[in-house]
């Protein structure tokens, strides 16, 4: 599961607060843990995959090399 937050801004990044005319909503991903290359393949398979921790974490580490 993913936790955001949704922040308000203006449409145009460096506007003065007391010239800001125009805004819009912005999410933002809340970080609550890190997980290593094991932890995260183990994450995916504890979650219904077909495959084992082992080609989960080949897979990921050919897809980020």
């Given at each position: 599961m993913i936790?955001?937050?949704i922040y308000i801004a203006s449409a145009q990044p460096g506007t003065k607060k007391d010239q800001i005319t125009q805004t819009k909503a912005y999410g933002s991903a809340q970080?609550?843990?890190?997980?290593n290359l094991e932890q995260f393949a183990k994450h995916i398979t504890d979650h219904g995959c077909a495959y084992d921790e082992a080609d989960v974490a080949a897979i990921l580490t050919k897809a980020t090399n």
């Open positions: 936790n955001y937050s970080v609550h843990e890190v997980l």
